[in-house]
């Protein structure tokens, strides 16, 4: 790691509160620190700023006083003598501390810096990195950026920002944070071309004091954003990331987030990138799934998603009608839906009766619903059949397979009064609809303005994007259903129980049973008279396990026994004591475990391991193959409730298992989930001196919940 | 099922022989029979020629020798007095066999009948169809459709076509074949966008002599074509289809096949839509995977894989390298890579000295490249780039994030100065390279100029797309090479075989040991004498079956007793006999099988069962929970080669269990896929009335094979 320093959670995601983030956001005025005629970054945010329509102060600043395009420059931002909200510093890397006094002499508290040339290309830049971090806290001044393209806020009409912005862009209620100058950039074209409305674009480049955390919370708070795109590398300080998640959860803002280091080529891309580590990506994976974060792979299923999110609102239930004017689409439509898990419920029986009443014999009455090539000689039928839809109960969301014209040539009459008249079935419905081109469509200016006039709700993202981003619509509004109505639960937030982790597993055992967590009845015995006599009680067949402090794998030695008769406990005893002292010469030898011997059930794997980004976290798994072949697991940040790892068990792709299976009987589920809260709770007790706590296996046999084995390992 | 006659698989997909084809699909001159300018068909129609640049001669036909937009016209065909290829028929349904008739007179060999009304649309569209069809045969015409729009070849220049075209349609070497109309309309229009060209499309409707299958095959012969896409709904000639299918492999021409059907609710609206019924969905993906077809889900993937694999041609082995000037764009896409299984090797060591040379010192020389910012100021870094990694033997494909500009607004000067760069780092590298857009682009005139002009193999259908494509070409390349060095191998055309079906447990495993197969030793016995005698020779424990024509699931009443000692045997024998016969009072019992208990090794089931579309489908799966809860099976059609077994067993998800585990030994892969390829010829011998053959377990331990169980089932 040749970057160690850069790296750690800040103390601080940002200096400033939300509300204060106004003036950096939406600036009445900005002055450009650097500014030049022969600068492309002044040509080019002079440019963005026009195209923003920007009707705040812009005062140029350069160390000559020079005018800029005909504009009279001062030599310092001391020197404009009135209120400046956001500086824009595009002055060389060596310059910038001195810029920074310039900045705080002016009282100005926000600054946007655009350079490379820091943490990104190796120590030396690193250094210099830190000396602004310095300053800007000295200053309290708010730094977007080194190394980003600033921001551009369509939605309140300013921009500080060097990338391209298209002459006509279009404002709507998405926004975009990236970590990544091109990608914020190549996100902002692609949603343009697709006629997708940003908010604004927020490039937070390597983060000095205002990070992607910081961001979330400001367009949680943004009434102009519904949805909020993020583009990561690194979580740069994960209690404010989960903080800001959890956040936007609870207003009901969908956080999508497109977060690279799925590969392990990925990483080491990422280091080589801006040195960022990307962390452990079954983690993060398992954090978006607890934080109900719609996570995506790519830039397209990014601004697909959060286009259809920001135009589905609440939904009473999870039922999609389709209908298209072509069969052949239908069933592509009704494919992808199956693969991507949308249901596609029946109509009920008075929707069938209306639809039968409207459509021609030789049509079906069904959903998805073929309206046939009639509806091209009546396109009234869309908007009749749009109103017949959408009062169906069992259908929540209805989606009309339709395209804008693209151009001139491809406008017909029978288009325009296809989408007049679904506008107006849109307008009339009860429900929510949207209309979904049947392919990836761009969106021109003309198109916009048949999409504007018939207020059409219109995704044009095409069924291979637009059906998993209805998908994951659907997914996110069903957690804020099933999160408002019956809330995660209480988690245990105990405070760590201090004193020395438990040193054996007999110690693990019975630190467990402290938390209600179910154990097998295990003796701790020294001599095989001690053995032979906790044996009689415990049943038919027992199961001894070497005590041995010094010894991880009893098996592998010799040291565990099963299936014992408890008349041979005895002799077993000696035998494997001397079998284990033969293979183990130096272990210190405290004792046996004797207990019970269990047979059948469900056996699982419940671990707790530190992670170096996050902290402990909870792994549950099935037993045997499905853990070892099949790497079938289910993760979670601690604490958890019990409604967590319900959520974790209804993962596993063995979860079936736990139905019961030929003669195994079915697990009591929620008992199993509450068992496994309750062993998180025990290793979240233990603090950060924990490494990994292990029940393997946890027994569920029907209500029966054991714990058969426990470790615990200290860092 | 409401149209039995019309989905049995015809005779015969087309009369004619696919250079006869040419005079439909390349005509000289057309007839439109029914012309009429009122008709918006007759518009529509002559509208294509002329975008297509149609230079054959056309003929006008109506009943009342109307001219049509100042063309004269006769009143039949057979009145033109000129050799016509193709006669386009705009006429009532109820008129079409005297239209045929006319046809004949005029000594036209091919038609095109856009009209609906047929067969989807109930019992007396079906009717109708079926006389058109015994006309058509009589004559020996060719039809297209009905229910279809037609084909328009825009290679050839021609087109008898009435969906919509755009006016300066891009000319490739992608053929575009459906049963929708509006699907190949949606994908023309796609195509459209995207930039890539076409050949032709063919819209086959309801098929009633030429299908998709000698569609497939005049475009295999068809020059100017590279890759053929199929939309479907039901493949009506299963034969003829894989047959086209294994032709075009054999050629070396993709087959990109979007075939729905996967889900129950597209079964049920495929059948409303055309009376289709479109098959066991499973079945249709094993045959993908059996003869080479590349079967995607959306129109956007059948677009964006066929642009790809005309793009790549043969490659020597299947490591991409990647190149983008942004970092964060390179981790997209190498996570992209990971998720899609495509190997972006470590470059090598000269590889990585020559890019140090080129780079700054701050950029990484590792695969995925990022030129960084610096490229932005000297675009010439693109093609020496280009030129260094292509060199790179472990990489066979380089693909290049880039963006062509879709507008004035982003065409800049670096731009433009980089895509010059880069078309001349294509054109001097050594091996092949694409630009891949980052995002999906569509793609406007003015940059096709941009890509005609600098010779580009530009894919525009982005990252999301895009990657899942290259790895459907680079597995399709593979299976390719794979299958010239080593071929599929000897697949059992074993003649049928005659005579009766075996009618036990005993005579199938008698009967699979003809053909090779090992089966466990098994005596039949009838007195518990026997059975004990039989037992002394055969090892430590004993297994003992019922033997009884009447009893399917012997198990289920007391008819399987494990794991016995020899000396229990005579006991079990006639325990085992009253138990049967007290549950099975009316079951006539042979007697029992005697054989060796068998232990450990990895149990598999191999079945045999009559698809009543396919013929018998051989399935391959892990025993126990991969079977019963994962449903982990793989299925081929009969005959198979070892070769296919091989992989098959390769595609289950449970794979991993044949390379050993804990104490299991690794299996023999190669005699197991043997042992399979046997079963499976054994089975194909049975004929025709054959319903089931299942071996379950068939166990492997090492390199011991053994079926441990039979069972044939006649239809």
């Known amino acids: 790691m040749q970057q160690p320093q850069a790296r750690k959670p800040a103390v601080a995601d940002t200096l400033q509160s939300n509300f204060s983030l106004d003036p950096l956001f939406r600036p009445r005025s900005v002055a450009i620190v650097g500014a030049s005629e022969r600068s492309p970054w002044t040509r080019s945010v002079k440019r963005n700023m026009g195209v923003t329509q920007f009707q705040g102060r812009v005062h140029m600043v350069n160390r000559r006083g020079e005018s800029v395009f005909g504009q009279a420059a001062t030599a310092s931002c001391a020197a404009i003598g009135e209120l400046v909200d956001v500086a824009l510093l595009l002055i060389p890397a060596s310059s910038l501390t001195a810029a920074l006094d310039d900045l705080a002499a002016a009282n100005i508290r926000n600054a946007v810096i655009l350079s490379s040339g820091f943490a990104e290309t190796g120590p030396q830049g690193l250094r210099l990195q830190m000396e602004v971090e310095a300053k800007a806290r000295a200053h309290g001044i708010t730094i977007l950026g080194p190394n980003c393209l600033g921001f551009a806020n369509f939605a309140a009409h300013s921009a500080v920002w060097a990338g391209t912005l298209q002459a006509r862009s279009v404002v709507g209620n998405v926004a975009v944070v990236s970590q990544s100058g091109a990608v914020a950039n190549t996100t902002n074209h692609f949603a343009h071309q697709q006629g997708v409305g940003l908010s604004c674009v927020i490039s937070t480049g390597n983060e000095i004091n205002f990070g992607i955390a910081a961001a979330i919370d400001y367009l ?5 954003t519904k949805v909020i795109c993020v583009f990561m590398e690194s979580v740069r300080d994960p209690a404010a990331f989960t903080t800001a998640a959890a956040n936007a959860f609870a207003r009901g ?7 690279v280091g799925r590969s392990e080529i990925t990483a080491k891309a990422a280091k080589a990138h801006t040195g960022a580590l990307v962390g452990d990506d079954r983690v993060f994976d398992a954090i978006c799934r607890q934080f109900g974060i719609v996570r995506v792979r790519s830039i397209e299923e990014l601004v697909v998603t959060a286009d ?3 135009k589905v609102g609440p939904l009473r239930g999870s039922g999609v009608g389709l209908v298209s004017i072509s069969g052949g689409l239908c069933e592509i439509a009704a494919d992808l839906a199956d693969a991507e898990s949308v249901d596609l419920p029946a109509f009920n029986d008075e929707t069938v009766a209306a639809l039968r ?8 009455a069904q959903n998805p619903l073929d309206l046939t ?7 009234i039928l869309m908007q009749r059949v749009i109103e017949t839809i959408a009062k169906d109960r069992s259908i929540s969301l209805l989606c009309h397979l339709f395209e804008v014209p693209e151009s001139q040539e491809d406008t017909s009459h029978f288009s325009l009064a296809a989408l007049e008249h679904i506008g107006k079935g849109v307008a009339a419905a009860p429900g929510p609809v949207i209309v979904l081109a049947s392919t990836m469509r761009a969106v021109s200016v003309s198109g916009r303005e048949i999409i504007e006039k018939n207020s059409l709700p219109y995704v044009s993202g095409g069924l291979e994007l637009g059906m998993p981003a209805i998908s994951r619509a659907l997914r996110w509004l069903e957690l804020q259903r099933r999160r408002s109505t019956s809330p995660r639960g209480a988690v245990s937030g105990a405070a760590t129980r201090g004193g020395p982790l438990p040193r054996s597993e007999f110690e693990a055992q019975q630190y467990l049973v402290q938390f209600g967590v179910p154990v097998v009845p295990t003796a701790f015995v020294r001599t095989a008279a001690e053995a032979a006599e906790a044996a009689t009680t415990m049943g038919a067949r027992i199961v ?3 005590a041995s402090k010094d010894i991880a794998h009893k098996s592998d030695v010799g040291g565990v026994m099963l299936d014992l008769h408890p008349e041979d406990v005895r002799a077993a005893f000696d035998g494997m004591l001397a079998t284990v002292k033969s293979r ?15 047979r059948g059930g469900v056996e699982l794997l419940v671990g707790v391991k530190q992670d170096p980004q996050w902290g402990p976290v909870l792994a549950v798994g099935l037993g045997g193959i499905f853990v070892e072949l099949l790497k079938d697991t289910s993760l979670r940040l601690l604490p958890v409730s019990q409604a967590d790892v319900g959520e974790m068990l209804a993962e596993l792709r063995g979860a079936r298992l736990l139905a019961g299976h030929r003669n195994v009987a079915a697990v009591d589920v929620g008992k199993l989930a509450e068992v496994i809260a309750r062993i998180g709770q025990a290793a979240f007790a233990l603090g950060p001196s924990l490494e990994t706590l292990e029940v393997n296996p946890l027994l569920a046999m029907g209500t029966r919940i054991e714990a058969l084995d426990a470790l615990v390992v200290g860092r």
């Open 220 to 224: 949680v708070d943004d009434a102009a």
């Open 253 to 259: 803002k969908p956080l999508v987030v497109l977060k």
């Open 308 to 310: 259809v999110m920001a």
């Open 357 to 364: 009443e409207l459509l021609p014999a030789f049509a079906t």
């Open 373 to 379: 090539a009639v509806s091209t000689e009546q396109p």
């Open 544 to 546: 001894i396990k070497i």
């Open 584 to 598: 183990c010469p130096d272990a210190t030898i405290d004792g046996a475990l004797v207990s019970p011997m269990r």
